[in-house]
Nanobody
Framework: QVQLVESGGGLVQPGGSLRLSCAAS????????MGWYRQAPGKQRELVAV???????NYADSVKDRFTISRDNAKSTVYLQMNMLKPEDTAVYYC???????????????WGQGTQVTVSS
């Protein structure tokens, strides 16, 4: 099994910045894509950003040019640098990783517990 632990959420004023971290641990053979999703009250969970094993990145249109996703493969950790935050960025942010726990196992999706990001004055 793979566990994901997120950190870095909190309360920030509009225009401010936050950096989220997500570390994968447990039985890990290989981590493929890692990403961040978010879910605001009353809305569906949506993709924010993803980085593949080959370091290709993809962003939701609403966060392009404001958010940056990166990963440290040695630490099995993914980061989300969020700048110029807006009230509409308020949501619970979830880390996701597609990983194999052993050579013979299939790849599976794993989720973190979520971290709250609130953008408010």
């Amino acid at each position: 099994q793979v566990q994901l632990v997120e950190s870095g959420g909190g309360l920030v004023q509009p225009g401010g910045s936050l950096r989220l971290s997500c570390a994968a641990s447990g039985s890990i053979f290989r981590v493929n894509a890692m990403g961040w999703y978010r879910q605001a009250p009353g809305k569906q969970r949506e993709l924010v950003a993803v980085v593949t094993g080959g370091d290709t990145t993809n962003y939701a249109d609403s966060v392009k040019d404001r958010f940056t996703i990166s990963r440290d493969n040695a630490k099995s950790t993914v980061y989300l640098q969020m700048n110029m935050l807006k009230p509409e960025d308020t949501a619970v942010y979830y880390c996701n990783a597609n990983a194999k726990s052993s050579l013979r196992s299939a790849s599976s999706d794993y989720w973190g517990q979520g971290t709250q990001v609130t953008v408010s004055s």
